[in-house]
């Protein structure tokens, strides 16, 4: 696609329900990346994958979180009960290379827990 | 662990001004450094790669320089327009090459 496509835009939770994110990136970028974004905060990396290969998910804040990118394109991150402190926009962005030419990132799903 | 620093947090100018934005890194092994406009309710947009051994990138009106031994870099707005209303981020690659790690932007608002 022409961009980084995510879905949905806005996800309300109830505290201790399970929740899906889904990151669609451009069309033949190898490495996706998710951050977190706090109100008022910059974005902090979550995890990075290439390709199928997830190689880095140092960011990721407890067990709670997991991501998957199993052929390679569209990703998911998925939060299992979910707490209020996990309320934040949510980031992908994909790159062409490692270098981070055409690093592109999508419009976010804002996740409130209530 | 890298810390990014943007100054001012905020900043309000009459358009038509040119305004410098300030962003510090404490880890001068950067892979890259990039500056990024974020509107409300949106995603991030790249304004500005800089390579680690580049000084500066310009585009339009805009211009970034980076020293990275003394961790710093800039974005020069010249000539502001309402429309460049937004909060721009500097970011940090490491040298791994993978993750980014952000300031906390500053808020732009050009008054018409």
């Known amino acids: 696609g022409a961009g980084v496509s995510q879905s949905p835009r806005y996800k309300v939770a109830k505290r201790g329900q399970d929740v899906a994110l889904r990151c669609d990136p451009i069309s033949g970028h190898v490495s996706l990346f998710w951050y977190q974004q706090a109100l008022g905060q910059g974005p902090e990396f979550l995890t990075y994958?290439?390709?199928?290969?997830?190689?880095?998910k140092s960011g990721l804040p407890s067990d709670r979180f997991f991501a998957e990118r199993p052929e390679g394109s569209v990703s998911t991150l998925k939060i299992q009960r979910t707490q209020q402190e996990d309320s934040a926009v949510y980031l992908c962005a994909s790159s062409l290379d490692l270098g981070g030419r055409g690093y592109t990132f999508g419009s976010g799903t804002r996740l409130t827990v209530v | 662990k890298q810390e990014v620093t943007q100054i001012p947090a905020a900043l309000s100018v009459p358009e038509g001004e040119n305004l410098v934005l300030n962003c510090s890194f404490t880890d001068s092994a950067i892979y890259n450094l990039q500056w990024f406009r974020q509107d409300p309710g949106k995603g991030l947009t790249s304004l500005l790669l800089?390579?680690?051994?580049?000084r500066e990138q310009t585009s339009g009106r805009l211009n970034a320089s980076l020293d990275k031994s003394s961790g710093r870099s800039t974005l020069y707005i010249a000539a502001s327009q309402p429309g460049d209303s937004a909060t721009y981020l500097c970011a940090a690659q490491s040298n791994t090459g993978n993750q980014f790690y952000f300031g906390t932007g500053t808020s732009l608002t050009v008054i018409p």
């Open positions: 800089i390579q680690s051994s580049q």
């Open positions: 994958f290439q390709n199928e290969a997830q190689l880095d």
